[in-house]
């Protein structure tokens, strides 16, 4: 598929608008009425500023920076060997990694105890925002 060079002016032009912009239906979608959202592969952009239908690949670096990332998937395949809980380094923090059971019971939890010095191994009725 050959790439066409659209002219800056038409570019400008349509870029600077106050009406959704569509190119091929749903290939790509300004939503200008719902707060600039972008739709790539969906004529319909969620209630995300960018919304992307189908698979999609990042290549190089991914810098995510906010304070919650939800990761809504069925399976997680992880590369590498190592994965690093605390990365900013507070000191006397505790870290772990929380099993939501749901309905069956309390939460499963593991954890470094940084009072105790040693790791534990607990059920807990915490949502995780706290240490048990």
């Known amino acids: 598929m050959a790439i066409t060079k659209i002219a800056g002016e038409l570019l400008?032009?349509?870029?600077?608008?106050?009406?959704?912009?569509?190119?091929?239906?749903?290939?790509?979608?300004v939503d200008?009425?719902?707060?600039g959202r972008i739709g790539i592969g969906t004529?319909?952009?969620?209630n995300f500023k960018l919304d992307v239908l189908g698979d999609t690949r990042i290549t190089g670096?991914?810098?995510?920076t906010g304070s919650t990332t939800t990761i809504d998937s069925q399976n997680l395949?992880?590369?590498?060997?190592?994965?690093?809980l605390n990365s900013s380094g507070s000191v006397?923090?505790?870290a772990g990694i929380m099993?939501?059971?749901?309905?069956?019971g309390d939460s499963a939890v593991m954890y470094w105890d940084e009072d105790l010095d040693k790791f534990r191994v607990a059920t807990t009725t915490g949502d995780?925002?706290?240490?048990t």
Do not use: K, Y
């Open 77 to 84: 395949s992880i590369e590498d060997n190592m994965i690093v």
């Open 61 to 64: 670096d991914l810098t995510v």
């Open 99 to 104: 099993i939501n059971r749901g309905g069956a």
């Open 43 to 46: 004529a319909a952009p969620g």
């Open 32 to 35: 200008v009425d719902n707060g």
């Open 12 to 29: 400008e032009s349509n870029l600077i608008r106050s009406t959704d912009l569509a190119f091929n239906t749903d290939i790509l979608v």
């Open 128 to 131: 995780g925002s706290t240490r």
């Open 92 to 94: 006397g923090n505790d």
